[in-house]
């Protein structure tokens, strides 16, 4: 059962709004068009999750975008799969191009290919341990 559904973030719902009204020659037309394109690919990849949560048999709840705050420190969390034994926290990403995972590094590499040429992102993934002695 979902209890929290997607959203579209208000930076989202502007750019939507900059697609229908900038034109394309305007010189920041380009820019606007790349960061929407990644919003709506981070939207979908997210809401693609949804079909396999819909096919899980045992008691579980689902929600998405869910913002907490513990000990002054605030943080958002993607999608949640929340049961009796356990919370899943999955955070969604919609890569392009060939992905490999170097976990001994913590390293995500992406290779694809932009315009005829073979480009290759680095991104290391930083884990971070949340260490709370009360619950107040």
């Not at 960061?35 to 998405?64: C, M, N």
């Not at 971070?128 to 002695?133: A, I, T």
Request: net charge positive.
């Amino acid at each position: 059962m979902i209890l929290k559904n997607h959203s579209h973030s208000p930076f989202h719902l502007q750019l939507e709004v900059l697609e229908g009204r900038v034109p394309p020659q305007h010189s920041s037309f380009n820019k606007y068009e790349k960061t929407l394109y990644q919003e709506r690919s981070g939207y979908f990849g997210e809401r693609a999750l949804d079909y396999p949560f819909r096919k899980i048999q045992f008691p579980h709840f689902v929600t998405h975008h869910t913002r907490l705050e513990v000990n002054h420190l605030n943080f958002q969390m993607d999608t949640n799969l929340w049961t009796p034994r356990y919370d899943l926290i999955i955070e969604a990403k919609d890569y392009t191009g060939h992905i490999s995972l170097r976990d001994g590094f913590n390293q995500i590499i992406q290779q694809k290919d932009v315009n005829g040429q073979m480009v290759t992102n680095v991104m290391t993934i930083q884990f971070c341990k949340l260490r709370n002695k009360s619950c107040n």
